[in-house]
């Protein structure tokens, strides 16, 4: 019976000297393990004064640039509808230049009509010569009528189409004749 007894004391001693070699294993764990459980305390305390103003900088940051953006696209704006006025100036003063120009133009040539009238040499006036359109003679009825029949003859002669002009042989001929 001692046997048991023994076995028993024996596996206590074992047992007191497995959990003596853990602890003393564990201790060097333990106190790493602490250190790095007050370095997490100091990071999580940093954190919580730290992140809060960073986060408020942030989202002030981003109301800024929404605000610049705004701004920009106003300006952007703005300057179109410069742009636009500068044009539409250079329009009406092109305009203007051109109405000006014609007027300056009109005003000279009308000046030099009037310095080519004021100096030219007027014509004396041949007072014996005419006779008042009431002394003319009366034509009678046939001598008008002659006259009309002259005159359409005349006018049917000059405006004759295809006169003979296209046809340059006939051109030869009439010059080498004239020679």
């Given amino acids: 019976m001692i046997d048991p007894l023994f076995w028993l004391g024996f596996s206590l001693l074992l047992v007191a000297t497995s ?8 201790i060097p764990a333990l106190q790493e393990l602490a250190r790095a459980a007050r370095s997490a305390e100091k990071l999580f ?3 919580s004064r730290e992140l809060p103003p960073t986060l408020e900088a942030i989202r002030v940051t981003g109301l800024e640039i929404a605000d610049l953006t705004d701004d920009v696209g106003e300006g952007i704006k703005s300057a179109s509808q410069v742009a636009k006025q500068v044009d539409q100036s250079l329009d009406s003063a092109r305009i203007q230049a051109q109405n000006l120009q014609v007027g300056t133009r009109s005003v ?3 000046a030099k009509a009037a310095w ?3 100096t030219r040499q007027k014509p004396t006036r041949r007072t014996g010569d005419r006779t ?3 002394e003319k003679p009366q034509l009678t009825l046939r001598e008008r009528e002659v006259l009309r029949q002259e005159n359409h003859r005349i006018k049917a002669e000059v405006y004759r189409a295809n006169d003979g002009y296209n046809d340059v042989a006939s051109w030869e ?7």
């Fill in 45 to 47: 305390d940093t954190l």
């Fill in 108 to 110: 000279f040539v009308g």
């Fill in 173 to 179: 001929n009439n010059f080498d004749e004239e020679d």
């Fill in 132 to 134: 008042p359109s009431n």
């Fill in 19 to 26: 959990l003596t070699a853990v602890l003393v294993a564990a």
């Fill in 116 to 118: 080519r009238n004021f």
